[in-house]
């Protein structure tokens, strides 16, 4: 018997057996641009984040920002090519000018308009080329997905596999992550169970953890509400950008419930080291070709 971390599935295997084999070139591109997604995702009545505005040209900088300093329930400012993050803002107006968020904690209208700048020259996206800014609402977590982190909001990865949940994990921020939902910064990769959504393992610097290195609060505190909802909608998701191999990102609202914040041809592998399965073996007891659903 091969020793279970044997079969943990590496990027090269993923994108050569799983990756390439399942999506097509056209619908990865539709997945990697957030804006050509997100009208598929809406033709079709996925629920998502408000679109308050997009950034094309850098003439369009000064009356975006007067806008969203005026949005009160803050804003999610990405790159429309960005993956894994990068580029990323949550934006509150202060009030007088300025701005609550980025690493400081604050910025300035300057610092904003040459954030806006640097997305726009490209710094950020998968291609090369100028991008886009997305705007979008800010969502407002539900209370019972902070059952475990004082520091912004998690988020959920539910990976599919021939337009079906396979595994799921949720991302919970630490102080070391500054509040985000971003493995690669410190947040917590916390595997659910797929019947309950309720945290079963954790992942944390490379280490198995049960409780939250800042709260102390017990990984199966967290229990995700709505959570048929959020397996309904991430399947629902894949029907619409049809990948046969594909991450989809969900927030739960306070009010609206789950939101789909994007769908992802190329999902990274922590989350089996969050479930403690290694993928190799489930992916290759699937009977049925991963090669997409109709849309």
């Not at 944390?204 to 017990?218: A, M, Q, V």
Request: hydrophobic share 40%.
């Amino acid at each position: 018997m091969s020793h279970p971390w044997k079969e943990i599935l590496g990027l090269n295997a993923r994108n050569r057996r799983f990756v390439y084999p399942s999506n097509d070139r056209h619908t990865i591109r539709i997945a990697n641009d957030k804006l050509m997604a997100r009208a598929r995702l809406e033709q079709v009545g996925i629920p998502m984040p408000i679109l308050l505005g997009r950034v094309i040209t850098l003439f369009e900088i000064k009356s975006t920002l007067a806008r969203i300093s005026n949005w009160e329930n803050g804003v999610v400012v990405k790159p429309n090519w960005g993956s894994g993050g990068r580029g990323i803002l949550f934006l509150t107006s202060d009030g007088n000018g300025g701005f609550v968020g980025g690493r400081k904690g604050t910025m300035t209208s300057r610092e904003v308009d040459r954030h806006l700048r640097t997305v726009l020259s490209g710094e950020y996206s998968l291609r090369s080329g100028m991008d886009k800014v997305v705007i979008e609402d800010r969502v407002r977590s539900h209370p019972d997905i902070l059952a475990l982190s004082e520091d912004g909001a998690p988020d959920i990865r539910v990976l599919c596999v021939g337009g079906n949940p396979l595994l799921a994990m949720a991302r919970v921020p630490t102080r070391r992550s500054g509040g985000k939902a971003n493995l690669h910064q410190g947040a917590i990769g916390v595997g659910l169970d797929m019947e309950s959504g309720q945290g079963l393992t954790a992942t944390w610097k490379n280490r198995f953890i049960d409780r939250h290195p800042d709260t102390g609060l017990p990984i199966a505190n967290l229990r995700i509400p709505h959570w048929e909802e959020v397996l309904k909608i991430a399947k629902a998701t894949c029907a619409a950008v049809p990948l046969g191999y594909a991450g989809v990102d969900i927030m739960v609202d306070r009010e609206k419930g789950p939101l789909v914040l994007e769908i992802n041809a190329r999902p990274g592998l922590a989350i089996q080291l969050a479930n403690s399965l290694p993928l190799r073996p489930l992916l290759e007891a699937i009977k049925h070709p991963l090669n997409g659903v109709s849309a």
